[in-house]
């Protein structure tokens, strides 16, 4: 079974930075996206930053040039540097992979979510 393992979060001051971490591990094939999502206490998940496997990469418009995705395929792991970091960044910070794993001798979709790291903002 394919599990995501977030790493990273804490409470930051304002201006400071933190390194999320994403480790996908469990029989995993390929991963063709990764994303970062989070939600904000009352709010609706919002899609923070995407990457493909070939290293596209997507942003929320609120995070770009503070917020940087990159991944690191040979150890099936993503990570989200957030600099510049501001009260309403705070959030719990979700990771989603998709990709194919083993079944057998063959392989199968999944889509797998990461159980959520606490991201909290202030001084």
């Known amino acids: 079974q394919v599990q995501l393992v977030e790493s990273g979060g804490g409470l930051v001051q304002p201006g400071g930075s933190l390194r999320l971490s994403c480790a996908v591990s469990g029989g995993v094939f390929s991963i063709t996206a990764m994303v970062w999502y989070r939600q904000a206490p009352g709010k609706e998940r919002e899609l923070v930053a995407s990457i493909t496997s070939v290293g596209s990469t997507a942003y929320v418009d609120s995070v770009k040039g503070r917020f940087t995705i990159s991944r690191d395929n040979a150890k099936n792991t993503a990570y989200l540097q957030m600099n510049s970091l501001k009260s309403e960044d705070t959030a719990v910070y979700y990771c989603?992979?998709?990709?194919?794993?083993?079944?057998?001798?063959?392989?199968?979709?999944?889509?797998?979510w990461g159980q959520g790291t606490q991201v909290t903002v202030s001084s």
């Open positions: 989603n992979a998709a990709g194919r794993r083993w079944i057998g001798s063959g392989s199968a979709p999944f889509d797998a």
